[in-house]
């Protein structure tokens, strides 16, 4: 069993940062690929970043390339998601997740574990 708890969120202007927390406990977490997803209200969860196991590899999506930066720390079994020039359309619950599968985390949709998510609030 592998539990996430997601930290960091709050309300920023836009322009702003956050850097988001994921600290992990359980099973090995190194050996997962981890990613960051979010749901804004009434939309659907999309995906946001993802990183790979060893933090080798790692993908964005297009409306947050350049802007947000995922990493991961496997001595302190934690992911961060650095988001800068955070716009409105950021706003969102941020969840983190965690698969055994680069290309299920990249394509979404189920994950082995999902942490309960923080919400990131960006106003105008």
């Known amino acids: 069993q592998v539990q996430l708890v997601e930290s960091g969120g709050g309300l920023v202007q836009a322009g702003g940062s956050l850097r988001l927390s994921c600290v992990t406990s359980?099973?090995?977490?190194?050996?997962?690929?981890m990613g960051w997803f979010r749901q804004a209200p009434g939309k659907e969860r999309e995906f946001v970043a993802a990183i790979s196991w060893s933090g080798g590899r790692s993908a964005y999506a297009d409306s947050v390339k350049g802007r947000f930066t995922i990493s991961r720390n496997n001595a302190k079994t934690t992911i961060y998601l650095q988001m800068d020039s955070l716009k409105p359309e950021d706003t969102a619950v941020y969840y983190c997740?965690?698969?055994?599968?680069?290309?299920?985390?990249?394509?979404?949709?189920?994950?082995?574990?999902w942490g309960k998510g923080t919400l990131v609030t960006v106003s105008s």
């Open positions: 359980g099973r090995t977490f190194s050996s997962y690929t």
């Open positions: 997740a965690a698969d055994l599968s680069y290309n299920a985390v990249i394509r979404g949709g189920t994950m082995d574990y």
